[in-house]
């Protein structure tokens, strides 16, 4: 009975995935957000919000597990494409709190430019959305690659998928948490867009123009970092090994 109780338990929130006793990321459909910090420490941190509508599922998640009058000091985006800002409006409006984005991303989140779909026109609706404005609670990521609320957190600009995107690392159990710079899930039946490898990690979904150089440039950059765990913006966290073969296939894939 207890083995029983504990797997509907667990079957219950099968798509929150503890990595570390303050890392936990909840899968939202295709996409994944990350909750950094826990219920005993000063602040916590929502790394990317989702996909649109889906600011009231993260909220239930982080109530459980930070509780109902504890929100995080503040919301920081790898990147603005609107499968990871999809919450951040009603997220804001509910918890009055700063986002912290790269400047280079900006133009995108405060209703100046549109990401430029690869898709033609009216093709898919959803590539070709309004930008979003959060201008009143935008803040710059501090030069110096400080995390604001996370100590032992540096942030990493890894352009190429989109201008200012970012990446996180704690060199102290060298984890990575990579946004869209390298994903574990192949989404091509979903955007149709991506290149098959026969690698655990992918190319992120190119429905957005992306610049091939530069997504190279940080992908090497983030393999000098080395890291031993990575959660990616889609799909399953990889570790040890399987991160590091999945890598190196993939850098090597784009040479040929
Ligand atoms: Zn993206
Ligand atoms: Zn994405």
Known sequence: MDSLKKQLKANTYLNEIEVKDDILYYINNIVNAVMIGTS?????VLIDTGLPNSADKIMSVAHRRFGKNNPPAAIILTHGHFDHVGGVVDLINAWNIPVYAHPKEFDYLTGKTAYQSVFKEHKNMIFNQEPINIKC???ELPEN????????WKWIHVP???PGHIALYREKDKILIAGDAFVSMSLDAFYNTQKKTNSSVYMPPAYFSSDRENLKASLEKLMQVNPEKAIMGHGEHLSGKKLRVGLQT???SLDE
């Open 40 to 44: 005993q420490t000063e602040n916590w």
């Open 137 to 139: 609670v935008l803040k």
């Open 145 to 152: 690659g400080v995390v604001p609320f996370l100590k032992g």
């Open 160 to 162: 190429g998928h989109s």
């Open 250 to 252: 993939l850098l090597k």
